[in-house]
């Protein structure tokens, strides 16, 4: 790899719709698949750290509905849903990814799975609507840590000269 | 503030942005050195200054074009926090393969 990234996990802003995640799994395909579909597994690891995630709908098969939340500890929450495009056991899950409070700003989320030596390359495509979506999610007031100097701009400028190299 | 992304996912202006990484330019400067036409660079800087990337300073003469570190910071800020959503999320599905290994009894001797 080329460029340098934190716990291996790869972005690429492959275009100004589309982000392109790669992250490898010490664990099988049908096993890490597992851990993406089950509603039990997914509670465990989907949501940020500090909030609890609840499955409310998961029905992973095409056209199939899911929804889950994102549980603050004060109670305030989160809540995600869409819909399974593509449901393909072990290697591939498509479906639509929509925050509840911004309804109709779909972006489409696409899984692909790939087993190597026992392990698992995870990639997942981000696909928003249109640039404004993409420009409106930088802009939607996600946490921020602040920084004033240039410290990180060649990791940020690496991930968006990565798509000119692929 | 707004179209940062799309601002930048244009090489030409991504290569703007990491030329004036070095130290600020006047518009001649950058299009020699990326050996671009003058009114194309300037219809570039225009784009990067709208979206907040790129500020204008008057010197003697020359209008030199610098990096606006607020901009930058708003961008990095939010990959940032895209990079942390996914970064926890893989590192808590980490350990549920490693739990759901250990449950099928994976002879791999880490077992608790």
Redesign the interface.
């Known amino acids: 790899m080329a460029t340098a990234n934190r716990s291996d996990l790869t972005i690429t802003v492959v275009s100004d719709t589309e982000l392109l995640l790669t992250r490898e799994l010490d664990a099988p395909r049908d096993l890490v698949f597992k851990a993406m579909t089950d509603p039990t597994l997914l509670a465990r690891w989907w949501g940020p750290r500090k909030y609890r995630t609840v499955v409310d709908t998961m029905d992973a098969r095409p056209g199939g509905k899911w929804r889950m939340r994102n549980i603050a500890a004060d109670g305030g929450e989160h809540a995600f849903r869409g819909e399974f495009r593509e449901f393909v056991p072990p290697e591939r899950i498509v479906w639509t990814f929509e925050y509840e409070p911004l309804p109709g700003h779909i972006s489409v989320e696409t899984m692909t799975l790939t087993e190597r030596d026992g392990r698992t390359l995870l990639t997942v495509r981000d696909q928003f609507a249109s640039k404004e979506d993409l420009d409106g999610m930088v802009n939607s007031g996600m946490e921020s840590g602040a920084r004033e100097s240039y410290e990180r701009l060649e990791e940020l400028l690496a991930e968006l000269k990565a798509k000119k190299t692929a | 503030?707004?179209?940062?992304?799309?601002a930048?996912?244009?090489?030409n202006r991504?290569q703007i942005?990491?030329l004036l990484?070095h130290r600020p330019l006047p518009v001649g400067r950058i299009a020699e050195r990326l050996r671009m036409r003058q009114p194309q660079v300037s219809k570039h800087l225009r784009v990067l200054s709208e979206a907040g990337l790129v500020q204008v300073r008057p010197v003697a003469q020359q209008r030199i074009y610098g990096?606006r570190?607020e901009g930058?910071?708003?961008?990095?800020?939010?990959?940032?926090?895209?990079?942390?959503?996914?970064?926890?999320?893989?590192?808590?599905?980490?350990?549920?393969?490693?739990d759901?290994?250990q449950e099928k009894g994976k002879p791999d001797g880490h077992r608790k």
């Open positions: 503030m707004n179209a940062t992304f799309s930048l996912a244009e090489p991504l942005v990491e990484r990096l570190a930058l910071k708003e961008l990095d800020d939010w990959l940032e926090g895209y990079r942390r959503l996914w970064g926890e999320r893989f590192e808590q599905l980490d350990d549920v393969l490693r759901l290994q």
